[in-house]
T-cell receptor, first 110, second 116 residues
Framework: GQNIDQPTEMTATEGAIVQINCTYQ??????LFWYQQHAGEAPTFLSY????GLEEKGRFSSFLSRSKGYSYLLLKELQMKDSASYLC???????????FGTGTLLAVQP | GAVVSQHPSRVICKSGTSVKIECRSL??????MFWYRQFPKQSLMLMAT?????????EQGVEKDKFLINHASLTLSTLTVTSAHPEDSSFYIC????????????FGPGTRLTVT
């Protein structure tokens, strides 16, 4: 079956670093995406990993290990506006469908 | 960048009526469009995959006769919720894929449907 797991909620402090983990088990794999979603809005693209390793983009980095079925999103220098849900999604392969995890609701506190 | 619009952004309808939601890719041609549903505090659930000029592929458990999808052109897909009921109240989001690069999906702003 298809399964993507993320922690439901996390809390972090402004200015700090937070790591959001995602583990997946899917029948196919054509890349892993991270999206940010504020309440009542559509998801916005953050990162894409298809090869093992770390992709860095400003304050956001994403890591992938295909052998372990594992990814994480790293957010540095947290700002209050980073409070949002972070969705891990796997492109399942042939059909290019995205399978979404449950999302992690991040609360950044002063 | 790629922009996807949805219309309407919010709609309230009475139980038993039908509602049509439009999804448009504004500055690119989308080979595939996807329709998702999101209930409060839950993640996105894929409802169907739509390719231009062909029938939509529905996910298991999604009634194709209730959620009618038309993908008449490379820039427009519509979702019609027929005979809506209160349990259909949800946030409906479409996305469009270009088929290029890693086939990134660009999401529309979503439509909040409330059935009374």
């Amino acid at each position: 079956g298809q399964n993507i797991d993320q922690p439901t909620e996390m809390t972090a402090t402004e200015g700090a670093i937070v790591q959001i983990n995602c583990t997946y088990q899917t029948s196919g794999f054509n890349g892993l995406f991270w999206y940010q979603q504020h309440a009542g809005e559509a998801p916005t693209f953050l990162s894409y990993n298809v090869l093992d390793g770390l992709e860095e983009k400003g304050r956001f980095s994403s890591f992938l290990s295909r052998s372990k079925g594992y990814s994480y999103l790293l957010l540095k220098e947290l700002q209050m506006k980073d409070s949002a849900s972070y969705l891990c999604a796997v492109n399942g392969g042939a059909t290019n469908k995205l399978i979404f995890g449950t999302g992690t609701l991040l609360a950044v506190q002063p | 960048g790629a922009v996807v619009s949805q219309h309407p952004s919010r709609v309230i309808c009475k139980s038993g009526t039908s509602v049509k939601i439009e999804c448009r890719s504004l500055d690119f041609q989308a080979t595939t469009m996807f329709w998702y549903r999101q209930f409060p505090k839950q993640s996105l659930m894929l409802m169907a995959t739509s390719n231009e000029g062909s029938k939509a592929t529905y996910e298991q458990g999604v009634e194709k006769d209730k959620f009618l999808i038309n993908h008449a052109s490379l820039t427009l897909s519509t979702l019609t919720v027929t005979s809506a009921h209160p349990e259909d109240s949800s946030f409906y989001i479409c996305s469009a894929a270009t088929g290029r690069l890693f086939n990134e999906q660009y999401f529309g702003p979503g439509t909040r449907l409330t059935v009374t």
